[in-house]
């Protein structure tokens, strides 16, 4: 895959409370896809896998959100700032689309 992004490391470094609130969240998030494995491997209800599949889907929604405010809050506005804007307006649209696939 051909690697068109601007940046190998932000422009800010997270804090290392915002580090923790993301990945609280994604232990969140895998432990709700251990909960599902331990569903399907005890034949549990197809419905009762799907809300548990669909709590995942929105969990993930929630941290992508919270990652992408900071992008625009910090590597977005310092790009506009250093008179890159425009290529990390494009990036950044490149990486939502695929949130809408």
């Given at each position: 895959m051909e690697d068109k992004f601007l940046h190998d490391?932000?422009?800010k470094p997270r804090t290392k409370?915002?580090?923790q609130a993301v990945i609280n969240?994604?232990?969140r998030v895998e432990g709700q896809?251990?909960?599902i494995q331990k569903m399907v491997e005890e034949d549990r209800y197809c419905v009762d896998i799907l809300v548990q599949i669909s709590?995942?889907?929105a969990a993930l929604k929630k941290v992508g959100f919270s990652v992408t405010e900071r992008h625009?809050?910090?590597c977005v506005t310092d790009?506009?700032?250093s008179g890159e804007g425009k290529d990390?307006?494009?990036e950044l649209m490149d990486v939502l689309q695929q949130f809408s696939k």
């Open positions: 490391h932000p422009s409370d915002e580090k969240r994604l232990k896809v251990r909960g709590a995942i889907q625009m809050k910090h790009a506009i700032k990390a307006i494009d």
